[in-house]
């Protein structure tokens, strides 16, 4: 017998999330047709599980549903019809065809259990060199930093970035990829001592948004002297709120602004509270292209983006693997979670079930 955790209605609030999630008892399951029948070694702990859990994501799940993403594990068994997997390989689920941020039918599967059932096209080979925490952590992360910079931004090397959020999943992975493309990274935090992680990933430059108080410091003038005057050629938004508008002040004449998230307005997905606003005035005159960038989205859309993206971040998955700060007991999931949603640690948090 294995365990899952169950969100069974979802919650007011991601505080209030965290106290109605419980787990129980999870039989092993059997796959129908075309299943896959995986034993979760690690499941990322994402910002967004907790945001879905209460509601707050721009994708509604249907309760009852096991949160959990993004996992990675190994093949125990198939179902009729399978031929790409057998027992004991090693696996990543797309957490776009499966799991509780998927349209079809395998939505309750999530990482957060002993177990979990995806469709055959759903899982994806674990690059040998990546452990399973690792591999679990890979594609939330760089695939949005991916189609962030690359797809969207079209950041070229000698470029300089300013990267909002640069502590967290996707943050630190847009780090590691805009080091990679051979530009000038300037990487933004509230914490010197995380900011000094961000450095080890490829951060040419820290940038503190909060001074010792903790309260929100200007910063253009910063990255204006960071870039010898003229400003960022591109920014990585994953913060939003009034840090997103001091991040415009210190954009370059041309400069594309990405909105990739809202890590510090975390209530604006569902269009109610506080809606982040960018002011056009800033826009207009330092004719800044402002790219909305949703990486599920987008390949909703047009499906045919996302093999060059996926096949992109697996070949960066050896030379810049995710980095995992933590590593949390599935019986501690809530620890986890709360662990996540204060931002206590750089880059990742898994559970392994
Ligand atoms: N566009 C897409 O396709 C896509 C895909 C995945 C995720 N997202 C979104 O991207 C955002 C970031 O996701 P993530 O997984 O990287 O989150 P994360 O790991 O929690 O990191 C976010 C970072 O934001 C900073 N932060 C948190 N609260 C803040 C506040 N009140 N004020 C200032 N800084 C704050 C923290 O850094 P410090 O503590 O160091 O300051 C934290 O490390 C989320 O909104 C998520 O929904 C978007």
Redesign the pocket.
């Known amino acids: 017998m294995g365990r899952r955790a169950v969100v069974s209605a979802l919650a007011s609030n991601p505080e209030a999330a965290l106290d109605a999630l419980v787990l129980e008892d999870q039989p092993t399951p059997q796959p129908g047709p075309g299943d896959v029948v995986v034993a979760v070694r690690a499941a990322n702990v ?3 599980d907790l ?1 879905m859990t209460s509601g707050q994501y721009q994708h509604v799940p249907e309760p009852p549903y096991t949160p959990g993403l993004e996992w990675a594990g190994e093949v125990v068994a198939v179902g009729d019809g399978v031929t790409s997997f057998a027992p004991g390989d090693r696996v990543i689920a797309d957490g776009l065809l499966t799991g509780p941020r998927s349209l079809g039918n395998h939505r309750r599967w999530g990482g957060f259990a002993s177990w979990a059932v995806a469709p055959e096209n759903a899982l994806v080979r674990l690059p040998d060199t990546l452990s399973f925490e690792e591999g679990a952590c890979l594609l ?2 760089h695939e ?1 930093a991916y ?2 910079l690359v797809n969207r931004a079209r950041l070229r090397a000698g470029e300089s970035v300013l990267i909002l ?7 630190l992975a847009a780090v590691q990829i805009a080091h990679h493309l051979g530009t000038k990274v300037i990487a933004a ?3 010197p001592a ?2 000094e992680v961000v450095q080890e990933h490829g951060a040419d430059c820290l940038l503190r ?1 909060v001074d010792d108080e903790g309260n929100p410091r200007r910063f253009k003038e910063d990255v204006k002297a960071l870039t010898g005057g003229r400003g960022v050629d591109v920014v990585y938004d ?2 939003g709120g009034d ?1 997103s508008t001091e991040a415009l002040r210190a954009c370059a004449f041309g400069a594309r602004f990405v909105v ?5 307005t ?1 209530f604006v997905a569902r269009g109610g509270r506080d809606p982040n606003v960018l002011p056009t005035n800033l826009i207009l005159m330092k004719s800044i292209d402002v790219l909305g ?4 989205i987008a390949v909703h859309r047009d499906p045919s983006l996302r093999q060059e993206r996926l096949d992109a971040v697996l070949a960066l998955a050896t030379s810049l693997p995710p980095r995992v700060d933590a590593t949390y007991p599935l019986e501690r999931l809530t620890d986890a979670l709360r662990a ?1 949603w204060k ?1 206590t640690h750089v880059g990742n948090v898994v559970v392994t079930p």
């Open positions: 994402g910002w967004v945001l939330g992360g949005t189609h962030a959020g640069a502590t967290g999943s996707t943050g935090g509230r914490t995380k900011l948004t994953a913060l840090l990739v998230g809202w890590s510090a975390p960038s949703p990486a599920a996540k931002s």
